[in-house]
């Protein structure tokens, strides 16, 4: 395969991956860009229509959503966000000592996403793939760290022909200054989707509204 | 999710983990076994009649074959397994440069199995996950490494809940050594598939089926 240039960007429709797509595109000036999302059975899939639409306003070559749905059978109950009938909780329903692997993680999602993610670049031979993982303030998980990241690389650098790099530029930062940064970038915010539950409108009490929430007030202070 | 006892086998149909199911089951004692297969567009399909029935004669508790041939749109013509009119080469076709990283591969494919696979034993609190992978004689991919399944390991280790491992007890040996194994343990290896050509007989002649023919010779010798 040959190495071409480009990059894929990985997109849900939430705050930072937008915010990572725009900066992808216009503070980095990467082109072209291929914006890759999945249908994995959340219930909060209002994201991916948000993704569709931030796709065509950011400028990406293209846009692919991947039906992986059949992994809310390889999950079955293992998670809240896949599971039927299962209840996000609100954030402050969730004990301190669940917060490093609470209900809402979803069994080994980000390491699946990463190698369906790298499969796409290297087939096309794009050497560069963006995930936007950020330092979670009310909790982290594990497969949005910086281990985890420099551990993926790992895997992904013995490739004998073209290894693709997993690069995450907002993983140390606070989700306040990824809006600062998108503010800048002119992205509008409105147009993102970040409730974990899935209905109408956003909740406010999930543990991602909540996370959004505070980051909005945070860049008012 | 709490640990429970039990393993998950990735079941191609093949020789080698042909072979490892049994071994699981039968000299390391685990219980209970469930295998996993994958469908992903191979045009050698056969492979997965061959692992239902090897399931069924191990004695596995539970055989999934999960269907991923969207595979195949995101591999698109980068593998002549999947590629439609793609066809497979024989081994004396492909030049001893380009065996390191053959036709034959599938981009990322190791690592997306066992990021599924590994999805699906942390779900039903599985500790262990055994993977085929075996020291290949003419050439070796990337993906079967020893250094592949260190890499994949030190993602995993970081999961704080469930950190599942996977189990590659063959990575050191020699085909023929797998042979011997699965021969003392009474497999019938007239019902596992190796061909990479979806033909009703094997050609003899592909990578795959050359590679089986020597181990088979080195048995006799």
Redesign the interface.
């Given at each position: 395969?040959n190495k071409t240039s480009g990059a894929v960007v990985l997109l849900s429709g939430g705050v930072d991956s937008t915010t990572l797509l725009h900066f992808v595109k216009k503070e980095l000036g990467v082109s072209p860009v291929h914006a890759l999302s999945f249908l994995y059975g959340q219930k909060h899939v209002k994201e991916l229509d948000m993704a569709c639409e931030q796709a065509k306003l950011a400028g990406a070559e293209t846009h692919e959503v991947?039906?992986?749905s059949?992994?809310a059978a390889?999950?079955?109950s293992?998670s809240v966000l896949t599971r039927e009938g299962g209840e996000v909780p609100d954030l402050d329903q969730i004990a301190e000592s669940d917060r490093?692997?609470p209900p809402t993680?979803v069994?080994?999602?980000n390491?699946?996403f990463l190698?369906?993610a790298?499969?796409?670049a290297?087939?096309?031979g794009i050497p560069d793939l963006f995930y936007g993982a950020q330092a979670q303030d009310e909790y982290g998980y594990?497969?949005c760290?910086n281990?985890?990241l420099s551990?993926?690389n790992?895997?992904?650098a013995?490739?004998?022909?073209l290894p693709?790099m997993v690069k995450a530029p907002f993983i140390a930062m606070r989700k306040v200054d990824v809006l600062k940064k998108g503010l800048e970038l002119g992205i509008d915010y409105s147009r993102t989707w970040t409730c974990y539950r899935g209905d109408t409108s956003p909740c406010g009490t999930c543990p991602s509204c909540v996370e959004r929430k505070t980051a909005f007030e945070e860049l008012e202070e």
């Open positions: 395969m991947i039906d992986i059949f992994m390889i999950i079955g293992a490093s692997q993680y069994p080994n999602r390491m699946l190698s369906l790298a499969s796409y290297e087939s096309r594990w497969d760290t281990d985890f551990a993926i790992a895997v992904l013995l490739n004998r022909d693709v």
